[in-house]
């Protein structure tokens, strides 16, 4: 997660059906989330995109800055004003590299766009499948790796038990917040998230806060993929 503050738009946030259920819990379990979860009542997920969008922009905003990235989507929008898989295949490789992107990242969203208009990915079941089953659709498309999955289900599907181990942002938070900083293994995170089940989503959101307090974007993770 990228901890410095950037001028890239933030959308409002919406408040999913279990989230204060969620925030009760963890407060009552964690007497560290009792103190960040006060601090950051007023935030919560951002309204979802269209999934097709979620994605691309995922793909976009991959091991580059939130300000890149934003630049990088609002040329792809300027060419691309709705960014469906059918309009992203008529413009082709050529005019989206032109948005900034790379070749590799080109392919992908291409990729992308031939995996959603050929329906090998069930984008209008997803809100119905297990987790792992929409982890498993989404991996098989070329530069969607687990954590773009992970930050998929959480920021899209609003899943409320995602836990991002690779996600450096919430590596740093869980670092900071209950080791003082020293190093923390995947097996160290395990343990600790245990007792946020089933509401591991709303615990990672609030660690992310405690390091950016401003951005509630998705592209603003570190991705590992």
Same mark, same amino acid.
């Given at each position: 997660?990228?901890?410095?503050?950037?001028?890239? =738009?933030?959308?409002?946030?919406?408040?999913?059906?279990? %989230?204060?259920?969620?925030?009760?819990?963890?407060?009552? *379990?964690?007497?560290?989330?009792?103190?960040?979860?006060?601090?950051?009542? #007023?935030?919560?997920?951002?309204?979802?995109?269209?999934?097709?969008?979620?994605?691309?922009?995922?793909?976009?905003?991959?091991?580059?800055?939130?300000?890149?990235?934003?630049?990088? %989507?609002?040329?792809?929008?300027?060419?691309? =004003?709705?960014?469906?898989?059918?309009?992203?295949?008529?413009?082709?490789?050529?005019? !989206?590299?032109?948005?900034?992107?790379?070749?590799?990242?080109?392919?992908? &969203? &291409?990729?992308?766009?031939? #995996?959603?208009?050929?329906?090998?990915?069930?984008?209008?079941?997803?809100?119905?499948? +297990?987790?792992?089953?929409?982890?498993?659709?989404?991996?098989?498309?070329?530069?969607?790796?687990?954590?773009?999955?992970?930050?998929? !289900? &959480?920021?899209?599907?609003?899943?409320?038990? &995602?836990? =991002?181990?690779?996600?450096?942002?919430?590596?740093?938070?869980?670092?900071?917040?209950?080791? +003082?900083?020293?190093?923390?293994?995947?097996?160290?995170? *395990?343990?600790?998230?245990?007792? %946020?089940?089933? %509401?591991?989503?709303?615990?990672?959101?609030?660690?992310?806060?405690?390091?950016? =307090?401003?951005?509630?974007?998705?592209?603003?993770?570190?991705?590992?993929?």
């Amino acid at each position: 997660m990228n901890t410095k503050n950037t001028k890239a =738009p933030v959308r409002k946030g919406v408040k999913p059906d279990y %989230w204060e259920e969620a925030a009760a819990a963890l407060m009552q *379990r964690d007497r560290i989330l009792n103190k960040l979860i006060p601090q950051f009542e #007023h935030m919560h997920l951002p309204a979802p995109r269209e999934p097709f969008m979620t994605l691309a922009r995922s793909i976009i905003g991959q091991q580059i800055s939130t300000k890149a990235a934003e630049t990088v %989507w609002q040329n792809l929008l300027a060419i691309c =004003p709705r960014c469906t898989p059918t309009q992203v295949l008529k413009i082709g490789q050529e005019r !989206l590299a032109s948005c900034g992107l790379s070749k590799r990242k080109t392919e992908y &969203i &291409i990729d992308l766009a031939s #995996h959603f208009k050929a329906k090998r990915v069930h984008a209008d079941k997803w809100g119905e499948m +297990a987790d792992e089953d929409v982890i498993a659709e989404l991996v098989q498309i070329r530069g969607i790796g687990r954590w773009t999955a992970e930050m998929f !289900l &959480i920021f899209n599907l609003h899943r409320p038990n &995602i836990m =991002p181990l690779d996600d450096l942002g919430l590596l740093k938070g869980i670092s900071l917040n209950y080791f +003082a900083g020293e190093p923390v293994s995947r097996s160290d995170m *395990r343990e600790l998230s245990a007792n %946020w089940e089933p %509401w591991r989503t709303v615990a990672t959101w609030y660690l992310w806060r405690s390091l950016d =307090p401003v951005s509630i974007s998705s592209s603003a993770s570190t991705a590992t993929d």
